[in-house]
């Protein structure tokens, strides 16, 4: 039986397939996927052979969707992506990149919240020439000749934009072969839902708005999805860390969380307990009961970080509890 969210009672970790075809592109997303802002830096520094160890351990463990973005680590992440894919046979992975920023250099300029990022701008541009000049240089920065999935990025106040000019190249590119799948990637629902009911994209990566701390998607998003069989990419699992470990100092949204946010998680933290089950293993899971989702992104840094992702994957959760926290 479905809950108000949406989601069922299944005690099985995903009510999404093993993997999921997306309609007539020839693209197949694995349950699992890994996120690649970590290991370009995201908070803390990575050193460049642990973040090329995560991505070979996602690969070894049959984690073969990963999803990468010029804006994190100002290409560092598709950088470090590219060099541990070097030798690696192109056709057991799937890999989706993002288009709307230009990576500018410029000595001094604040990186924001990646440590390892060169000194750089990261700079909207949702035009047709800066959408090519984007995909070029994320081509470039990988290594590789092809994409399999182009995601417009963060256009939230470049929405005309971005569905009068980015997305009609995304729809050529995809009409030529040059890539197999588009979409959209933001962290709200309103924009993404547009995107979904006004334009043809095969697939959405909604971050952070599906997780136990925030259901705005499965109010209207997800349901359209379902409606027009779009296919789900949940990101922000763990809400930058605090459905992780809701400690003192845990982020939420990428900032420092609320007295309130704090407490609501350990509160989450705590009902888990009881049943025997970690918060990070619900949250990883939760996600996936939804029918709309194929995929979730585990956001590891190191290889310990990822092995833990893949473990909470595989704990069983018992029914009661998926209520509880429904409740």
């Known amino acids: 039986m479905a809950s108000k969210s ?11 397939p093993a993997r999921r075809r997306l309609r007539g592109t020839g693209v197949t997303l694995p349950t699992v996927g890994l996120g690649t ?20 351990r996602a690969l070894e463990a049959g984690v073969a969707y990963l999803d990468t973005a010029p804006q994190y680590g100002h290409g560092t ?23 709307g920023r230009l990576i500018v250099p410029r000595p001094g300029a604040d990186t924001g919240i990646f440590a390892d990022a060169p000194p750089s701008d990261a700079v909207f541009d949702f035009s047709r020439s800066g959408i090519l000049r984007s995909l070029e240089a994320s081509l470039e920065r990988l290594g590789l000749d092809h994409v399999d999935v182009v995601l417009i990025h ?9 569905l009068g000019e980015a997305y009609p190249v995304l729809d050529e590119l995809r009409a030529e072969g040059v890539v197999r799948a588009i979409g959209v990637g933001m962290n709200q629902t ?24 925030d259901r705005e998607a499965a109010c ?36 420092s969380a609320s007295r309130e946010t704090l407490d609501r998680a350990k509160a989450l933290a705590a009902t888990c307990e009881r049943h025997g089950v970690s918060l990070r293993a619900a949250a990883l899971q939760f996600p ?7 995929s979730v992104l585990a956001g590891a840094r190191s290889v310990r970080e990822l092995d833990d992702c893949l473990t909470q994957l595989a704990c069983p959760i018992p029914a009661e509890l998926w209520a509880e926290l429904e409740a």
Do not use: W
Not at 7 to 16: E, F, H, K, Q
Not at 154 to 162: I, V
């Open 6 to 16: 949406g989601v069922s009672s299944s005690t099985s970790i995903p009510s999404a």
């Open 37 to 56: 802002a970590g290991i370009a830096g995201m908070y803390t520094s990575v050193a460049e052979q642990e973040a090329r160890a995560v991505v070979r």
């Open 77 to 99: 992440a598709e950088r470090r992506v590219g060099a541990a894919l070097a030798g690696v046979e192109r056709d057991t992975f799937t890999i989706s990149t993002k288009v």
């Open 154 to 162: 963060d256009p939230d106040e470049h929405e005309d934009q971005a």
């Open 190 to 213: 309103r924009v993404v839902e547009r995107f979904v009911r006004e334009t043809d994209v095969d697939l959405v990566l909604v971050a952070g708005r599906f997780t136990l701390l």
């Open 220 to 255: 209207s998003l997800l349901p359209a999805c379902l409606e027009r069989d779009v296919a789900v990419v949940v990101g922000g699992v763990f809400n930058s860390g605090i459905l992780a470990d809701p400690t003192p100092g845990a982020r939420y949204g990428y900032v």
């Open 288 to 294: 996936l009961r939804h029918p709309a989702v194929a």
